[in-house]
């Protein structure tokens, strides 16, 4: 018998522009055994510009490198009649019926200094420059481990505008651990362990093919201080108006992205949760830490988390204070936010 697959019963499509070049014409039919989709790429990008397909079948997802895609895709460049063609057969040796067909496309990539966004999660992200700064207790009122005050040089890299939410975990885990469900999608997830959000990152990682890490408590520092300015919060000197804390959070989470941001337009670095990174804890590392691109040290029984939360006095919610737990320990005050590697 003829192996055949009913497609296109219901195709829906979305088109997620990152950077200045556009997708117009999008279209797809059935030749063969494949099936093609077919677009115009406008934009002036001599080098090319990034196209990145996922098709979702009946609720479920699959990326571009779960699927055999040739043709226009990855590095293309601008042009009329551009064509990405799928050996469905080859991926669904018995024939595949679908009658609910979502084809996203991604248009560019975390690139040249301009804000992002996640096509899974929505997760958006802003570009923090590279420079140098003093890290550690500048007032003068700190504990011994953010001492000695040193100076520090991180490359630019994509911070995560806002903590990772409770929607957006579910987005890509399938369930929600946090305590203040009630809080909302729009809420910081939490009661997260280190090891669950490495999890993450590698589902992510599958779903997106980007790659999706946690920041360095050096990057953490440099962002949060709105590029390392001397500040004694993530972006200023007035707690109450960067972060939720003890004094005003009511003894809860709340929605990402309400209070000022920082300089560099970052919500939420001092506060509402605390944030996973990615070094090792150790309390005499800054005396020997190097001066470019630290990544802390090489081992260790306890990971670093910054930024204090809901709970926290005024003290733990400084910009320098450094706090740390056990790779599996989770708690209703811990959450993370994400860095993502210019593509």
């Not at 990152?18 to 997708?23: D, G, I, Y």
């Not at 790429?41 to 090319?48: P, T, V």
């Not at 699927?67 to 040796?93: A, M, Q, R, T």
């Not at 505008?161 to 203040?180: L, R």
Request: net charge neutral; proline share 4%; hydrophobic share 30%.
């Amino acid at each position: 018998m003829k192996r055949v697959f009913i497609l296109f019963l219901m195709l829906f499509f979305i088109v997620i522009g990152l950077n200045a070049a556009e997708v117009k014409n999008l279209k797809a039919y059935q030749q063969g055994g494949r099936a093609v989709f077919e677009y115009d790429l406008e934009g002036d990008s001599a080098e090319g510009v990034d196209i990145t397909i996922e098709v979702n079948i009946n609720g479920k997802t699959y990326t571009q490198d779960d699927l055999s895609l040739e043709g226009d895709i990855k590095k293309v460049k601008p042009g009329k009649n551009k064509k990405v063609y799928w050996n469905v057969l080859k991926d669904f040796p018995k024939g595949l019926v679908a009658d609910n067909i979502l084809l996203t496309l991604v248009v560019g990539g975390c690139k040249n200094g301009k804000e992002c966004k996640d096509p899974i999660t929505g997760m958006e992200f802003v570009y923090v420059p590279g420079g140098c700064f003093q890290m550690g207790d500048t007032f003068g009122d700190g504990e011994s481990d953010e001492e000695p005050v040193h100076e520090v040089c991180v490359d630019g890299f994509y911070m995560g505008k806002y903590e990772v939410t409770q929607g957006q975990w579910e987005k890509v885990m399938g369930n929600n651990p946090s305590y203040f469900k009630s809080c909302g999608d729009d809420c910081p997830v939490e009661r997260v362990s280190w090891n669950d959000v490495q999890n993450f990152i590698n589902k992510l990682k599958r779903q997106t093919g980007k790659n999706y890490r946690l920041p360095t408590e050096a990057e953490w520092e440099y962002a949060c201080r709105s590029g390392g300015k001397k500040e004694k919060y993530c972006g200023g000197d007035n707690i109450d108006a960067v972060a939720w804390y003890y004094d005003n959070s009511g003894g809860k989470t709340h929605p990402v992205g309400q209070k000022q941001p920082n300089g560099l337009g970052i919500y939420d670095m001092s506060g509402n949760v605390y944030e996973w990174v990615q070094d090792w804890y150790d309390s005499s590392y800054y005396r020997s830490s190097p001066k470019n691109n630290p990544t802390g040290p090489s081992s260790g029984s306890s990971r670093v988390k910054r930024g204090g939360s809901w709970l926290n006095l005024p003290r733990l919610v400084r910009a320098s204070y450094r706090n740390y737990g056990t790779p599996g320990s989770r708690d209703n005050y811990i959450g993370f936010r994400l860095v993502v590697e210019d593509n």
